[in-house]
Nanobody
Framework: QVQLVESGGGLVQAGGSLRLSCAAS????????MGWFRQAPGKEREFVAA????????YYAESVKGRFTISRDNAKNTVYLQMNSLKPEDTALYYC???????????????WGQGTQVTVSS
């Protein structure tokens, strides 16, 4: 059982950076693999990144590899998404979620947060 709240979104210029946070409630946060998704208007929810329980293993969508970094601090019950070299196509509502299955589809995740908006201007 976990409740998730995203924060840190905002408006940035292309090439800029943002750091998103996902704060989790619950006493078993460290037992959950976690991930980030994003969804732009008119598009389906898209996988961005995932991290294992300890934080020692990460996985990224090809579109963000080398620019985004997912991390976690289990002592703070928080998952982060550091986004560098942002592009206008990164504009979306960003969600964090618990990973329940091995895939990268939305249906492989649950306990979705409310999302935080990221807007990248040209």
């Amino acid at each position: 059982q976990v409740q998730l709240v995203e924060s840190g979104g905002g408006l940035v210029q292309a090439g800029g950076s943002l750091r998103l946070s996902c704060a989790a409630s619950g006493r078993t946060f460290s037992s959950y693999a976690m991930g980030w998704f994003r969804q732009a208007p008119g598009k389906e929810r898209e996988f961005v990144a995932a991290i294992n329980r300890s934080g020692g293993s990460t996985y990224y969508a090809e579109s963000v590899k080398g620019r985004f970094t997912i991390s976690r601090d289990n002592a703070k019950n928080t998952v982060y998404l550091q986004m560098n070299s942002l592009k206008p196509e990164d504009t979306a509502l960003y969600y964090c979620a618990r990973r329940m299955y091995s895939g990268t589809r939305s249906s492989d995740f649950g306990s979705w947060g409310q999302g935080t908006q990221v807007t990248v201007s040209s």
